[in-house]
């Protein structure tokens, strides 16, 4: 594949004249063979005025990276895309559009693994399979000013046929966990489409309904985590999300949670994977 476009489940042109784009009615898709970073050529495509909805995506890449500037591998064989938004939101609400991608991300995954267990969500921005690592996120904006961003780049990392070793945290890939059968484009046509609906009620309706979703994936719920931020580490029981996204993390002997808008959260009850997510308001573990 080139520098071409393709049309996924073309659909009327929305109308660019609104400030809030609520719905994604074309999707752009804009495919490489090989890119230094798909995030990357979407950050300069979204400064030079892309239009909401396209959608950069690359077999491979060369200088992949996640979170904090980590190395993302990028062989043949997984998803590599990003997505340009222009939600017209202040920034704070476009850093919400991380959940929004992660439940999507959740939801085009399970489509794939029938019969097996669903994803679970680790905040801020991963999917789980069984406790491994399946895909990430990276949420890159720039501001329009205080109040207003001027776009917003949604970049997404699936191991569909692979998965890295020597990782932090342990990884899968769809392949190995009962998605062998969907390839690449189908994923990425799965997520289009999760997101597309997604999006649209986050725009209608603000976090409320995307949050309540995403708490019935979330992994660890109610159990211990640790928190790693910048300088310092805390550690607690995951209580859940305020109203803006953030974890909350009740600290042992205090009664009252700490706001964290942004840290890398790990499970210390995980050495070996466990799933424990909240079912029904029971804890189910399974492996």
Not at 91 to 112: D, R, T, Y
Request: proline content about 6%; hydrophobic content about 45%; glycine content about 12%.
């Amino acid at each position: 594949m080139n520098d071409q476009d393709e049309k996924f489940d073309p659909e009327p042109e929305p109308d660019l004249s609104a400030p809030n784009h609520s719905v994604l009615a074309t999707h752009s898709v804009l495919a490489f063979d090989v890119l230094d970073s798909t995030n990357d050529e979407a950050r300069r495509r979204a400064g030079a005025g892309a239009a909401a909805g396209t959608v950069v995506w690359a077999l491979r890449q060369e200088a992949g990276r996640g979170r904090r500037g980590r190395r993302w591998d990028s062989p043949l064989g997984n998803l590599y895309c990003s997505l340009i938004l222009r939600p017209g939101c202040a920034p704070a609400a476009g850093a919400q559009l991380s959940l929004v991608a992660a439940l999507a991300l959740g939801e085009a995954l399970e489509a794939c693994l029938v019969g097996h267990p669903r994803p679970q969500l680790k905040w801020p921005n991963d999917v789980l399979l069984e406790g491994r690592k399946v895909a990430g996120i990276l949420l890159e904006s720039e501001a329009a000013g205080a109040e207003h961003t001027a776009w917003v780049v949604v970049g997404v990392g699936v191991n569909v046929a692979s998965f890295p070793d020597g990782t932090d945290y342990p990884a899968t890939s769809l392949a190995c966990e009962g998605g062998a059968g969907f390839s690449v484009g189908e994923v990425l046509q799965l997520f289009l489409a999760r997101f597309q609906s997604w999006y649209a009620q986050w725009c209608r309706e603000g976090l409320a309904p995307v949050r309540a979703a995403w708490l019935r994936r979330a992994v660890g719920l109610d159990l211990p985590i640790s928190v790693r931020l910048h300088g310092e580490t805390i550690t607690g029981t995951f209580s859940g999300l305020d109203d803006d996204g953030a974890l909350l993390l009740l600290p042992v002997g205090c009664g009252k949670p700490r706001r964290v808008s942004a840290g890398d959260v790990f499970f210390p009850w995980l050495t070996n994977p466990v799933v424990l997510f909240k079912d029904g308001g029971v804890v189910v573990a399974a492996r």
